[in-house]
Every structure is written in structure tokens, then in C-alpha cells.
């Protein structure tokens, strides 16, 4: 849909959200629990009723609901943990979003933009960690136009190194036009991910200067329609915790999902976002947000998403630390980035992984790939490498009819331990090795339990590897 044609109105009713909000104060339990086996019944929730439960006070109640959002999580995805890493290929930026290190107003910032030489030696860095999928990102800038993100992604496809390679391609940038996006399909785009912000309109406005490009709300908002339009099947929704009051951003998250499903035959977003906002080099709006979100209702937040999609991929980001990554993780994410720098430059250059002046925030957790792959096994979940199902066209609505937990556990789970092996015979650190071959061995058990036959088929793939073979998946 053209933003013309929309004469100031779109999908984000600010005064219904708020109503909704104001009418769903103090639910009754018997309305929360229906709602409960709803979520239970793995079936998208309506904005009255996630209203409902972003309004729940009631200790006890809010036991349950994290325990449910460990149960959805556990029976959708297993208990595997889909790894990524951000690749910033380049910081220079024409607005001025007030909470960005990179806004264009910030001396502070050293200003660059990888060649495609430092590009190679970043990405031979992050295959050489162990990596498989990436998410570039880049500030919006003329010179970061749909050609050279093109460029970008072939370059990082192309590079290989040893035994590894990068398999996926995402991307996090500004919104394109039609034309941009079907230049990034070509070239084998994963996911398009474009963050709103904030949904409040006037918020919107405040943050976002006039005569910025990006001040335009509704070429955001329809951004992704463009993409899937294009022919991009996954993308990825978000927004920036900490800009508006965190109830209301949900809503819009859930508004977003049910727009993009209308629109497309029933297809949601792929991923859905929901970075905290964090402190960045020289950027005082952020410390002074009266919205910034603690970590009690930040695990509300996610509770809540996966109680309210429990069919969207959920990314959860080194921004957060070790610590709140650690609780949060079982309650319904799928994917984690780790071992990541944002930097421009900063996987190679970088020894103690900080370049503070050419990063767009602070990260909370620093920790190697190796590490965090250790604490997840230590959690009781599966790391995974996983690419197959973009690679094997298993995307958009051929995706979503897929992701059917009989689906996870035959292909997600199995492709999970193939994947994990690779990483720990190319990449992982003795201790790493040890604890990751005894959760291995754990998943096998509950293959052998599933079905014999599968348990052969797993091993045969793995004795392949173990005798040389990559990229074995089904
Ligand atoms: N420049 C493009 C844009 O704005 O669409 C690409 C994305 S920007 C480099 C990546 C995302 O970082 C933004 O969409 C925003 O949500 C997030 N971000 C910006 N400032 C942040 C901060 N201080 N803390 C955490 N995340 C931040
Ligand atoms: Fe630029 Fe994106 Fe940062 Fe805004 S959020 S200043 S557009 S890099």
C-alpha cells in the first residue's frame, strides 16, 4: 500500500490502544485463565485480550503466565537456540534519532564504512569463531544504497574459510523502495528486519527531527509490505524498548503481526524484536527516558509476545546481559546473537571487543560464542546453526504451514545437533566440546525415544561429519 493513499491514517490506532489498555485494568483470573488456554491452544491472541494480559498484577497469575511461556516455548521450538551474529558494515548517517549513537549531529563518533577488503577480514573473523548466519546493519546514508548492500551480501556468501562459510544473510536497515528490496532477493536475502521504533505516533515525531528521511512514520510502518511485495518471504518486526510506555509498544508489535497476516494471506512476521534501549557514547536523551524499562517488565514483555504469537520467532540480543539473558532465554526466545561486536571493524580489530567510538551503544554481553554456546548447553538447550529451511525454500507461508512442532522435532531438532557438531569439531574450546557432546548425546536419547529409525538417520549424518562432511541437513 502506497503511503499516499493512507491520508494520515494507518494500522496503529493510538486511542484504541490506549482505551484498550485503560478498559483491561484489573482482569478477573477466570478471564486471564481463558485467555491462558488459548495461548495454550498455540492460537494468536486479539489486542483485547494481550491488552488483558499486559494489565495482570496478580503475583501468582504472573507465575503461571512465565510458566506457560515456557511451556509454548519449549513445545514450538524444542529446546534448541538458533545463534547469529550482527555485522555493522558501516556508521554514517544522515538523521538524527535522538537516542542513536550514530545520529548525524554526533562528533563523538568516528565515522566509517567498511571496504569490501575489511568486510572479508570481518567476516573470515566471524566464520573463523564458528558463525554461520549473520545480520549486517547499516546507519542510512546515501553511499548505503540497495547496490551496495547487494555488493555486501555477495561478498559475505562468497567468503569461505576452512571448513565454514556464512549461510544466511540478514539485513537491518533503513526502508527501501520495491525496487531496492528485489535487488536484495537476488542476491539470496534472508530476513529484512526493520525496527518502528515506536509505535506512538507523537513519540515518534519527538525523537525523530523534521526533515529527517526517517521521520516519515508510515514509510516505515509499510515498509515491510514493500519487502514481501519484492518478493523477501521473511521479515522481521521490532521496537525500541524504552522510547514510549512498554504496554503500548506491545500492542503495536501485535497490531504490526495482525496487519502483515491480513495483508498476506495469513502470514506474520518471520522474527519479532524488542531491544532495550541502551546507553551510547555521548547520548544523553536515553539516560533521561522516563519510559527505560526494568527487568521485571521486560520479562513480562516477553512472556507476553510469546503467550500472544506463539508461532513468531523471538530475538533476544547482546545488549542485554549475561545474567538477564540467562532467565529470559527459556521463556520463549529462539534466536540469541553472541560473541558479538558492534564496532565498524571490531571483530578484527578489536582485542578487548570495544571501539566505543564507533558503536551505536554499549553491549551488556561481551562473552565469547564459545562461552554463551556453554551456558546455553548448561540450560538444557540444543545450540543451533541452523539454515536449511531458507535454504531448502522452507520460508513465508510455506514457513509458517511447516512450523508445526512435529515439524521442529523432525527437522528443527535434527538440524539442530547436525549443525551444533560442526561447531563443536571446527570451533569449540575443550570444555565447550565436552559439555556440548553430552547434550548431544542427551537429544539423541529423546530421538531414540521418538523413533528409532530417526535416531539412525542422525547418527549416520553424524559419522559423515565426524568423517569430514558440512552442511549435512534435512
Ligand atoms: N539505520 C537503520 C534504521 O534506523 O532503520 C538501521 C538500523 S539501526 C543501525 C539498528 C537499530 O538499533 C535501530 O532500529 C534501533 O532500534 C536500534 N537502536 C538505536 N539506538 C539504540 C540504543 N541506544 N540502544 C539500543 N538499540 C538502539
Ligand atoms: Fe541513523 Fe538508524 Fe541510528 Fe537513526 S537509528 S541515527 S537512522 S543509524
Known sequence: M??????????????EILNLLESSKNPEKAEIREIFAKSKAKTRLEPEETAKLLQIEDPDLLEEMFALARQIKEEIYGNRIVFFAPLYIGNKCQNNCLYCGFRRDNQAVERKTLTM????????????????RLILVYGEHPEYDADFMAETIKNV???????????????????MDIEGYKKLHEVGIGTFQIFQETYHHDTYYK????????????????????????????VGIGALFGLYDWKFEVMGLLYHTIHLENTFGGIGPHTISFPRMEPAINTPFISNSKYRVSDEDFKKVIAIIRLSVPYTGMILTAREKPEVRKELI???ISQIDAGSRIGIGGYK??????????????????RSLDEVIREVCELGCIPSFCTACYRAGRTGDHFMSFAKPGFVHNYCMVNAVLTFKEYLLDYASKETKSIGEKAIYK???????????????????MKLIEEGARDAYV
Open 117 to 132: 577488503d575489511e568486510l572479508q577480514e570481518e567476516v573470515n573473523a566471524l566464520i573463523s569463531n564458528g558463525h554461520k
Open 330 to 332: 527459556p521463556l520463549g
Open 207 to 234: 525523537i525523530h527531527p523534521k526533515g529527517d528521511l526517517k521521520r516519515d512514520y508510515q514509510w516505515r510502518l509499510y515498509g515491510l509490505d514493500r519487502a514481501i511485495e519484492a518478493g523477501i518471504d521473511d
Open 157 to 175: 556468501y562468497d567468503a569461505k574459510l576452512n571448513n565454514g562459510e556464512i549461510r544466511r544473510v540478514n539485513i537491518n536497515a533503513a526502508p
Open 443 to 461: 537429544q539423541l536419547d529423546v530421538f531414540k525415544k521418538q523413533n528409532p529409525e530417526k535416531l539412525r538417520m542422525v547418527e549416520e549424518k
Open 349 to 366: 580489530e578489536a582485542e578487548t571487543g570495544y571501539i566505543p567510538e564507533r558503536e551505536q551503544f554499549q553491549l551488556g554481553d561481551i
Open 2 to 15: 502506497g503511503t499516499n493513499s493512507l491520508k494520515g491514517h494507518d494500522f496503529i490506532n493510538d486511542e
